[in-house]
């Protein structure tokens, strides 16, 4: 089946003009059409309700869409991987049938080191024993130790089927904590761990070590040596994706696709969705005021936008207290985002070619320790690092349809830099930045260069925070909508329901909190179905 939505790229539109749209009263407005936010229509819209969701950017998909930055290249800006998307959500809008494919990306985590050394952690447990074996024998039983407290913490918090603690309301710490038992170690990582103490507690050789603290940091304003940020790297391996725990893949057609085929779902059961919409003010259980002046009538008005905009966007109606927690969480974002065009893959000199097992997989450009915190606090005093820690992604390798043939996508996404530069802006340091990527890059790579003649770089997209802020919305360029270490997480995320009756959230500001999951759309939907009642 393919996607009315993707024929497009998801530049929808306005299917009616705006005087019709305000002379029906909707049962229920979606402001943003992000994943979640069509997700959450589409849920609705499946019970019965009439349903409209608005969008104010002229695509639809929010940080998870589909763009063309370079002629014939399709990638998603913003997001990369499926690994959260939740199976139930799979299942219930019927993505399969609606064209939805991935490809588990097996073949794990490459990680090449500065002494010329690497390891490939496959997915594969025998493969990736072995390549441990072989650069650092004596962790051969700690990392899988390390493995298997993600496991266990996997198993009893995120059960596959009805008990998955991700849906419906959170959980609060004490009902997790009897879940866990006497599991110390479960406890210790879900929060109170930094992640430098984690791979530290598991692991002796320090290369080992360094390949790992990256992901206790994605999408984190913090370093891993803070504590908490352990319970990032669980929060990442917590999925199910295809019944397979811990996985990541390629969606076919890049992670847009899921925004798109949410939106299907949407416009299949009856919702309107329409974009190029600004809503100015939000009117809890009444509608919505456009930008305009318009104004559009519903029951209940659902908020798939930040926190921060959704206050903007409240004005006086904003509960004080409700106001007060949201402007608490931090929410200025520290990671850059290149989307690249290439000749040819990366040619890692630890491990030479350019069409190798770890180009299918994710591979990680590490830091030393010292360069961790030296790059985390340039960033805290508004400065470049020396060095950027880069996780890549390669979509062509799996799907050549998003490239002119011959040519290869590689997504680079890395951290730390300033939201605001301590001298100068992102329009003046922008080439700086694409310049220090490919520095870090280089380090490992022979064919990674400054644009000389053996580089394989052909062009380069470079999304600062204030980008991602103005691309898709996200305050702070914060891709999860607000921080996710363990001080608000769980209970202590915001929920779907609001203190102003008529008004919700469903966005990556929820539970279960941040990454394309779909979850939190469905949670939202659930909540207004059961205060709304049935049609």
Not at 146 to 163: N, Y
Not at 348 to 356: L, S, V
Not at 448 to 474: F, N, R, T
Not at 511 to 526: F, L, Y
Request: aromatic share 8%; hydrophobic share 40%; net charge negative.
């Amino acid at each position: 089946m393919s996607s009315p939505t993707a024929a497009v790229l998801g530049e929808i539109g306005l299917p009616v003009p705006i005087r019709e749209l305000a002379a029906k009263t909707w049962d229920v407005i979606v402001v943003g059409a992000g994943h979640n936010g069509l997700a959450c229509a589409a849920y609705l819209a499946k019970a019965g309700q009439h349903v409209l969701v608005i969008e104010s950017r002229t695509r639809v998909g929010g940080a998870c869409t589909i763009e063309e930055p370079f002629p014939g290249v399709r990638m998603s800006p913003c997001a990369y991987l499926a690994g959260l998307l939740h199976p139930l959500v799979v299942e219930e809008l019927e993505l399969p049938r609606r064209g939805f494919e991935w490809t588990p990306a097996v073949n794990g985590l490459f990680v090449p080191f500065l002494d010329g050394s690497s390891v490939q952690l496959w997915d594969d447990d025998a493969r990736c024993e072995a390549e441990i074996q072989r650069l650092a024998p004596d962790d051969v039983n700690g990392f899988n130790a390390m493995c298997d407290v993600i496991r266990r913490l996997r198993d009893a918090l995120r059960p596959s089927g009805e008990d998955d603690l991700w849906i419906g309301d959170a959980p609060t710490r004490e009902q997790i904590e009897l879940l866990l038992g006497d599991d110390v170690e479960a406890r210790a990582v879900l929060f109170e761990w930094s992640m430098a103490e984690m791979v530290e507690h598991y692991l002796r050789d320090e290369r080992l070590q360094v390949a790992y603290l990256g992901q206790g940091v994605i999408g984190t304003n913090a370093s891993p040596f803070d504590p908490g940020t352990a319970s990032i790297r669980f929060h990442h391996a917590s999925g199910r994706l295809g019944g397979m725990p811990g996985m990541w893949g390629y969606v076919r057609g890049g992670m847009g696709m899921v925004s798109f085929y949410f939106c299907d779902a949407a416009r299949e059961a009856g919702a309107t969705v329409v974009s190029g919409v600004p809503v100015a003010q939000i009117l809890p259980g009444e509608g919505v005021v456009l930008e305009g002046g318009e104004r559009i009538a519903a029951r209940a008005v659902v908020s798939n936008a930040d926190p921060r905009r959704t206050l903007t966007m409240l004005g006086g109606a904003a509960d004080a207290n409700w106001r007060k927690r949201i402007e608490a969480v931090p929410i200025e974002g520290c990671t850059v985002k290149l989307n690249v065009h290439l000749k040819e893959l990366p040619n890692f000199t630890a491990r030479p070619g350019t069409n190798q097992a770890h180009h299918y997989g994710q591979i990680n450009a590490p830091l030393t320790k010292d360069e961790w915190k030296a790059g985390f606090a340039a960033a805290k005093r508004g400065e470049l690092p020396e060095h950027l820690w880069c996780e890549l992604y390669f979509q062509s390798v799996h799907d050549a349809t998003v490239v002119p043939v011959g040519t290869q996508t590689m997504s680079v996404f890395a951290q730390y830099v300033p939201y605001t530069f301590a001298h100068g802006n992102w329009d003046e340091r922008r080439e700086e930045v694409r310049a220090l990527a490919m520095k870090s890059l280089a380090r490992f790579c022979s064919n990674i260069g400054d644009g000389g003649l053996d580089s394989a770089v052909i062009e380069a997209q470079v999304l600062g925070p204030p980008d991602i802020e103005e691309k898709v919305g996200l305050t702070g360029g914060h891709i999860f909508q607000g921080e996710c270490l363990p001080q608000y997480m769980w209970a202590n995320r915001l929920s779907a329901r609001t203190p102003m009756q008529g008004m919700y959230l469903c966005g990556a500001c929820t539970h279960p909190g941040g990454s394309v999951i779909g979850i939190n759309g469905r949670n939202a939907a659930m909540a207004v179905l059961k205060d709304l009642g049935g049609k």
